[in-house]
Nanobody, 127 residues
Framework: QAQLVESGGGLVQAGGSLRLSCAASGRTFNSYAMGWFRQAPGKEREFLAAIDWTDLSKYYADSVNGRFTISRDDAKNTVYLQMNSLKPEDTAVYFC????????????????????WGQGTQVTVSS
């Protein structure tokens, strides 16, 4: 059964960095676009970044553009989210997702659905 498993979360001080990983298993994901989201308590899901299956196109939310970088390594069936200059407001559970659809509106829409979701990893940024 195909699944996505996030790792790399933890506690970090404001201004610090973390790199999240999303390891896919059960199938190859080189024909899927991959994305990262987060959800803080009491808030709706927030899109962060997405990368297409060609690795040529990326989307970023304004809130993380310039601080976060998404990348993928299809040889390892893994997608990454490098997070720099972290802020307390970045505290949330971070999820990855995979889908066959590529397009800004699809990834930014909080009601969109995706083929696969991970279980999430907690990121806590202390002030």
């Amino acid at each position: 059964q195909a699944q996505l498993v996030e790792s790399g979360g933890g506690l970090v001080q404001a201004g610090g960095s973390l790199r999240l990983s999303c390891a896919a298993s059960g199938r190859t994901f080189n024909s899927y676009a991959m994305g990262w989201f987060r959800q803080a308590p009491g808030k709706e899901r927030e899109f962060l970044a997405a990368i297409d299956w060609t690795d040529l196109s990326k989307y970023y939310a304004d809130s993380v553009n310039g601080r976060f970088t998404i990348s993928r390594d299809d040889a390892k069936n893994t997608v990454y989210l490098q997070m720099n200059s972290l802020k307390p407001e970045d505290t949330a559970v971070y999820f990855c997702a995979a889908d066959r659809v590529w397009g800004w509106q699809h990834w930014i829409d909080p009601t969109s659905t995706y083929y696969y979701w991970g279980q999430g990893t907690q990121v806590t940024v202390s002030s």
